[in-house]
């Protein structure tokens, strides 16, 4: 348990001091600068477009840490040497996410908060986006393992991980936005339905590919 920690600690320390996680901050905070410049001051179009637009850049925001997850330690034979001390790949995926979900979905959270204050979201819908928010983002960072351990060594990694994202991440997206309508219906139970399913599958695809990329 201690050597799990441990490993959830570095992904997080990596993301923090090697820039993995200000990038994608920072695109997150400039779209929401960004977007009322160009739909004008109108307040009630901000309102009930701008939910949209932070869920759009949250997905987006997910792509630019992907080549940073996994290349570097096959590179460096921080996987191997892992492998040769008996964890299996699926764990070390594990650690992965888990430390995503530290280092990048928690600051995007906070983030939110200022977004949401730049766009001119009403208050009413701020509490919806930060819980549809906080289910989604461990689908996403389950993802953005799994996509960095298909892609990892080659060439146009990311442009490759977006066509990879892009699909699987719609139905989030879609269900996310929907949390915001004026009739959610059952929106955010298929949001966090669909968040578990993937966040559950995410540490097995991830193992499966960091094991064919060994061969």
Partial sequence: MKAFIALVAREVRLAWTGGGLWLPVIFYLA?????????GPDKALLARTGGGILWIAALLATLLPIERLILPDRQSGVLDQLALRGWSDELVATAKIAGQIVAFALPLLLATIVGS???GLPEAQLGTLLLGLALALPALSGLSVMIAALTAGLSGASAL???L??????PLLIFGAGTLAEDPGNAMQLLAATSLAI????PFAAGAALRA???
Wanted: hydrophobic letters at 60%.
């Fill in 31 to 39: 779209v929401a600068t960004l977007f009322p410049f160009v739909t």
């Fill in 117 to 119: 204050a730049l766009i």
């Fill in 161 to 163: 991980g977006g066509l």
């Fill in 165 to 170: 994202l892009v699909p699987i991440t719609i």
């Fill in 199 to 202: 966040t559950a599958l995410s």
């Fill in 213 to 215: 990329g060994r061969v």
